[in-house]
């Protein structure tokens, strides 16, 4: 027997035989795709063995080559089949790989048929018989193909690709399907290509075997495919008692299902035939017969579920398993319900869905509560975290669950640190003990509460937070936790302290200033006051209080006027202002004085009157005590308000004026003006409102006042403004200085009658000199009216000489005439008079006349006279008496003085301030200290016999004139009296 | 018609007026005036040789009148002083007539009053002038002694005999005689009661008897 043509039909027989078996399976069961593939493949096999055995039968290189060439063909076939295999049996491998590998091998074919004699050869030159299994087999020799590259190259990708696929379904998980398909076309495939390789490329002299590798995978493919077949046959036998167990299974699910009022399916997915029972067909709206498929569910499906829907099945397509989902429905009638689907899907072998099954059930009830609940929440949230408060729940287990927007945005943390106790944390910790405290214990009482705390701000801040929290209890009643507000009252409690801070100081100040406030509800007829105020009227403090019990505390004179004006204002709604005593407890009598209004209400009644009330006793005390003052002044007092009308007078203006008080208030002040002043003295009342400052009036001027009797009297009037709050008043004080008039009148009389007889006392001091004066002139008279007898007597009269004789009598007459006029004026009474006066010249004529004296008493008299010496205006005889009483002074001052130290000095000077001065200067005993002071007293003299008028008369006159006048001792021995004149005209 | 007295007059006085009436009054009289206004001016005035008197004011400015008197007395002028004066004053007066004034006026002056007092005043200038002429000579007279018969001379005129004036003056009695001759001679006097007129006409006092 021929071992090669043996195996190798043998071999070519069984393929085919498998082949036709499989494709019988095939044919009867569609499906089994991967049969048909495998019958494909064995037949192919064989086909190659065949085509092999003809390779080794060979008698020609053309035989051999044609033989080669058509083996191609069912080669191509195999890794066609194989790869389809791969693909459809285990499921995997790549496709493009696939592709790839199929395309190549297509190429190769394509080319074998192309070139000749095939691709493999590009020329066999010749057949070598080897022995192979004890018989001798051709093997080709010849140039081997390049391009037969690209057929094992195809067999390199072909094998990759498995090596892929298998490594696919090892992870995959079936491992004994990777190993026995995978592992063996693997390894069968890897072989028959490495052999195909070494003989087509002439590395080894063996007649092509590969067939025989590939029916050791038709082998192993037809053993995994015989499972099946083997598997089948128990599978009906199983399959009949399953489906009795089934149909059992089904009708107790049925049962349990109607009456659980679930929908039960089952799809047939591959044929789109969905089994439903008659409950489902209730729940979705299916009628009875209607055939139920996957297209018309979805249409009954909510158009918004749809999506949805489509895709959980695509995904249960593709995975498997078991899905849930919740979809509406539209139902015939126009109801939407939901669904709540609950199903699993198997695959079948391919991996494809194969069968879905679930249980659908209406839960709309459940949903609509859902849904409610939802909303019910939402608006729950959106309410706490609108709401300005914060707020938090907490569950029966007092532990937080809940806290809103506002409240975490405080805080500035999230809600799962505040959840449970975390909000703890940002309780300030002098606080925490004391508000779990309040906390827990209302808590445990099932109680509301209130607590203040300090809670941290997200800025780190601790505010002040008052927290309410209310127990919470569900629909049954039944506790379900709290739930509290907070709200940061870090403001609110400083204002409050603010307030009372406020409060505290008005009340001090209030109290301080003896302010009282009151308020008056008319309409309640309730009294409040401030609480200092009330206390010491005695009247309680807390409690109402009518307006009968304030008003029985109002001294009882003036109680009905207060009442009345109260009411007033309140039937008017006008301001009421009052003064009015009232009765302290301890019986003393307290003027007050009270301001206040009305506040109106909504109907435009007034409502309340509002007051302040303030305790004035000090004041009237003081007005009254200025009342008393003013009434008991000596000087008449009267008040003239800004347009001059006179407010107020005392006794004594009245008196003074002659009319009664009522007379004079309200008149102007005019009528006490004489008329001839009227005119003017609304302007000095002008200028005074305009610069108003306490001054007397009429500065300068004589003033009078006019009384009713129309007599005059001469007045001093001292004007001070007086600041009220209802304008500027004028207090004049009015004197009637008349008396003093009278005294001024008869003191300057005096005066004038002291300088009169000063004046004839200096004459009487002055004897000797007038004596003198008036000898002189005399005995020329007499010595030349002598002579001029004596001359007639003799005979020889000269006429020239008698003329001349008769010429000096008359002119010493008139000198002696000179002299008595000078004593005459000297002597004479009168007032002073003024002209303009030369005091230079006014020296030398009194040195002139007491030059005898100064002879007398041996006294050299000196003057040093400026000659720039202005004229002043001034009483010449005055002024005269005035230097001839210090000259006299002086003579007597150096009486005890050596003759020949006898001198007087009398000096005029002018000063450089505007004044002159005049000075007479002796050297005599000087002033004594104790004369100093008293000097230029009246009635003081140092002499024995003198009046002592002289010095006091000196100053009078200078002081008269504007002057001063002054005396002291001079180095040298002696003094010095000097008094200084104004040059200008003086003031008396 | 009087004869005046042979004389010059001043008149000192202050006053114009005044100078100017007893001017004219004088000269009226048939006096020989001069006035002055002041004493100063009146000694400034060469001496005049004759008799003279000077009426003269009391009060006066710078030297006045009872000045002038001591101022004259000092330099024993024989002028003789009539005083006048505005105003009486009884002191000054009598100091003015003790100290050998003519009289004393009051002004204002009678004219014959005043006139009695020049001539009177004159008279007593012209006798001062005699005696002070006679005292001159004794006086020249009595120079030419020596100091010794001066002393014997002093004691002779006391009464006292040579004797005694020897025993006085410690010298002989022979001496005493010898000097009392020389003084008898010198002076030109016969007896000792001439003596004694002389020695009194030159104004010398007499030494006092023990």
């Known amino acids: 027997m021929n071992w090669v043509t043996g195996i190798w039909s043998i071999g070519s027989g069984a393929c085919l035989t498998l082949a036709l078996m499989h494709f019988v399976v095939w044919w009867k069961d569609r499906t089994a795709r991967a049969n048909l593939i495998f019958a494909v493949m064995a037949t192919a096999v064989a086909v190659l063995a065949a085509l092999e055995l003809a390779m080794m039968r060979a008698e020609t290189p053309a035989q051999f080559g044609i033989a080669v060439r058509w083996l191609h063909v069912p080669a191509w076939v195999i890794v066609a089949s194989l790869v389809a295999f791969v693909r459809l049996y285990l499921r995997a491998g790549r496709r493009w790989l696939a592709w790839t590998v199929v395309g190549m091998r297509t190429v190769s074919l394509i080319l074998n048929f192309v070139f000749s004699p095939n691709i493999n050869y590009r020329e066999i030159t010749g057949l070598r018989h080897v022995s192979f299994l004890g018989e001798p087999v051709s093997v080709a020799v010849g140039v ?76 192993a493919m037809a053993c995994e495919l015989s499972y099946d077949v083997l598997h089948a046959a128990v599978f009906a036998r199983r399959l009949q008692t399953y489906e009795a167990a089934l149909r059992e299974s089904e009708a107790r699910i049925n049962l349990a299902t109607n009456a659980a009022n679930l929908g039960l399916w089952i799809w047939n997915i591959p044929g789109d035939e969905l089994w439903v029972t008659e409950k489902w067909r209730e729940l979705f709206g299916f009628a009875d017969s209607e055939p139920v498929t996957f297209d018309r569910l979805l249409q009954i499906v909510h158009p918004g579920d749809r999506e949805h829907m489509k895709q959980v099945v695509q995904h249960m397509f593709e995975r498997g ?62 309410v706490a975290d609108a709401a300005p408060v914060l707020i938090w729940m907490s569950g029966v287990d007092k532990l937080c669950d809940f806290f809103n927007k506002p409240w975490l945005e405080f805080t500035g943390r999230t809600m799962e640190q505040e959840l449970g106790n975390g909000w703890a944390e940002g309780v300030h910790p002098a606080d925490l003990q004391r508000c779990l405290q309040t906390y827990t214990a209302a808590f445990e009482a099932r109680e509301p509460f209130v607590m203040q705390y300090r809670l941290r701000r997200h800025d780190g801040e601790y505010r002040w937070i008052k927290d309410d929290g209310v127990p919470r209890f569900d629909a049954q009643g039944d506790f379900s936790g709290y739930i509290g507000s907070c709200v940061d009252i870090t403001e609110l409690r400083r204002n409050e302290q603010a307030l009372r801070e406020s409060e505290e100081r008005m009340t001090m100040a209030m109290d301080a200033a003896n302010l009282g406030l009151w308020e008056w509800n008319v309409s309640k007829d309730e009294l409040w006051g401030s609480k200092t105020r009330l206390a010491r009227l005695g009247l309680p403090p807390s409690g109402k209080l009518s307006l009968e019990q304030g008003l029985a505390r109002v001294h009882i004179d003036d109680r009905d006027r207060v009442r009345q004006t109260l009411r007033d204002a309140a039937r008017t709604g ?82 003074m004026f002659g009319y009664s008080r009522a007379e004079m208030i309200g008149q102007p002040v005019e009528i006490i003006v004489p008329e001839r002043f009227r005119a003017v003295h609304p302007t000095h009342r002008a200028k005074f409102l305009a610069a108003p400052e306490a001054r007397a009036m009429g500065a300068g001027r004589e003033l009078f006042g006019l009384r009713k009797d129309a007599t005059e009297f001469p007045i001093e009037i001292g004007l001070s403004p007086i600041e009220t709050p209802d304008g500027i008043l004028v207090l004049s004080s009015i004197v009637d200085i008349s008396a003093r008039k009278q005294s001024e009148l008869e003191a300057l009389q005096h005066r004038e009658e002291l300088g009169h007889l000063s004046r004839v006392a200096a004459m009487g001091e002055l004897t000797t000199s007038i004596a003198h004066e008036l000898n002189q002139p005399l005995s020329g008279i007499i010595s030349n009216a002598s002579a001029g007898q004596r001359f007639i007597d003799r005979g020889n009269v000269d006429l020239r000489e008698l003329r001349e004789l008769l010429a000096d009598i008359v002119a010493d007459g008139r000198r002696a005439g000179d002299v008595i006029r000078g004593i005459q004026t000297m002597v004479k009474k009168g007032g002073p008079t003024r002209q303009r006066v030369n005091l230079n010249d006014l020296v030398t004529n009194v040195v002139r006349m007491v030059k005898p004296n100064a002879t007398h008493h041996s006294c050299e008299i000196q003057t040093l006279l400026d000659p720039d010496l202005p004229a002043i205006e001034a009483d010449p005889i005055q002024l005269q008496q005035v230097l001839i009483n210090l000259v006299i002074n002086a003579f007597d001052a150096m009486r005890n003085t050596p003759l020949s130290r006898r001198k007087l000095v009398i000096a005029t000077e002018r000063n450089g301030d505007g004044t002159i001065c005049m000075s007479v200067r002796d050297y005599g005993t000087g002033i004594s200290e104790e004369a100093r002071e008293r000097l230029f007293d009246h009635f003081f003299t140092t002499k024995s016999e003198g009046l002592g008028m002289g010095l006091g008369i000196v100053r009078s006159i200078v002081e008269s004139h504007g002057g001063t006048v002054a005396a002291e001792n001079v180095d040298g021995g002696g003094a010095r009296f000097h008094f200084t004149l104004p040059a200008s005209a003086a003031v008396s | 018609m009087k004869i005046s007295p042979k004389g010059l007059v001043f008149a000192i006085d202050d006053d114009a007026s005044v100078r100017k009436g007893l001017a004219r009054l004088l000269r009226s009289a048939g006096y020989k005036s001069e006035t002055f206004e002041s004493a100063s001016d009146f000694l400034a005035r060469p001496q005049c040789s004759g008799p003279s008197c000077v009426i003269v004011d009391v009060q006066m400015p710078g030297i006045n ?103 006085e003056l410690g010298t002989a009695e022979k001496t005493v005689k010898v000097h009392r001759g020389k003084v008898m001679a010198k002076l030109g006097v016969a007896s000792v009661a001439a003596l004694v007129r002389l020695v009194q006409r030159a104004g010398i006092a007499p030494v006092g008897n023990k």
Not at chain 1, 335 to 359: M, N, P, Q, Y
Not at chain 1, 625 to 653: H, M, W, Y
Request: with cysteine; aromatic share 6%; net charge negative.
């Open chain 1, 321 to 382: 398993g078991e899905y849930e989902s919740e979809y509406r429905v539209i139902r015939p009638d126009g109801s939407t319900r939901w669904i709540l689907g609950h199903g699993s899907v198997e695959l079948d072998e391919l991996g494809k869905a194969a069968f879905a099954r679930g249980v659908s059930r209406d839960v709309t009830k459940r949903k609509i509560a859902e849904e409610e609940l939802r909303e019910s929440e939402a608006r729950f949230r959106t």
């Open chain 1, 574 to 655: 006008k301001d009421y202002h009052l003064e009015y005593r009232v009765v302290l407890t301890d019986g003393s009598v307290c003027w007050t004085e009270h301001r206040g209004g009305t506040v109106v209400g909504a109907t435009s009644e007034p409502v309340v009157l509002r007051g302040v009330s303030i305790d004035i006793t000090e004041r009237k005390q003081a007005e009254e005590k200025f009342r008393l003052a003013v009434e008991a002044s000596p000087s008449g007092i009267a008040l003239v308000d800004r347009e001059g009308k006179i407010v107020l007078v005392n006794t004594q203006t009245e008196k």
């Open chain 1, 144 to 219: 081997p193909n390049p391009l037969m590259l690209v057929a094992q190259l195809s067999l390199l990708l072909l094998i990759i690709f498995v090596t892929d696929a298998t490594i696919a379904v090892w992870r995959r998980g079936d491992r004994r399907q990777a190993l026995m398909v995978g592992g063996s076309i693997l390894l069968f495939v890897t072989a028959a290509t490495a052999d195909g390789v070494a003989i087509g490329w002439g590395i080894i002299s063996m007649p092509v075997s590969v067939s025989l590798f590939y029916q050791a995978i038709v082998a």
């Open chain 2, 65 to 167: 009148g009872m000045d002038l008197q001591e101022t004259l007395i000092q330099h024993r002028r024989e002028e003789q002083l009539v005083f006048v004066t505005g105003h009486g004053d009884i002191p000054m007066c009598a100091q003015a007539m003790k100290a050998g004034a003519v009289d004393f006026l009051r002004k204002p002056f009678q004219d014959d009053e005043l006139l009695q007092c020049v001539e009177r005043a004159l008279l007593r200038s012209a006798e001062q002038r005699r005696r002070g002429a006679e005292q001159n000579e004794a006086r020249r007279l009595l120079d030419l002694l020596t100091p010794r018969e001066f002393e014997v001379m002093q004691l002779v005129i006391t009464g006292m005999l040579n004797k005694q004036i020897a025993g």
